[in-house]
């Protein structure tokens, strides 16, 4: 069975740090790009960031540049997304999701995903 286990979020202060992890079951993340996505309550999904098989990390969102870092460890099929000075508007629930890419490809339509993890809550609030 293919699929993701995310962890990591929680409730942070605004300025603080979360790292979310992305745990693949049943494949490598050796032929896929690894896509970062949020959803907050009332709002369309949007793409955040996206860790290519050639070790790239990308961001979809200009809001997190700078405060966001996406890497990956293949031997461990696991994705990481660290969040630091998190804002308010950073509260969403955020997915990991994978996409058939190889090189520096990391597409940022959500269609072209192909398996996507539970989800799991990050709220910032004081």
Known sequence: QLQFVESGGGLVQPGGSLRLSCVASGFTLDYYAIGWFRQAPGKEREGVSCSSTSGGGFHFLDSVKG???????????????????????????YYCAAAPRTGWQCPDDSDEYDFWGQGTQVTVSS
């Open 67 to 93: 405060r966001f870092t996406v890497t990956r460890d293949n031997a461990k099929k696991t994705v990481y997304l660290q969040m630091n000075s998190l804002k308010l508007e950073d509260t969403a629930v």
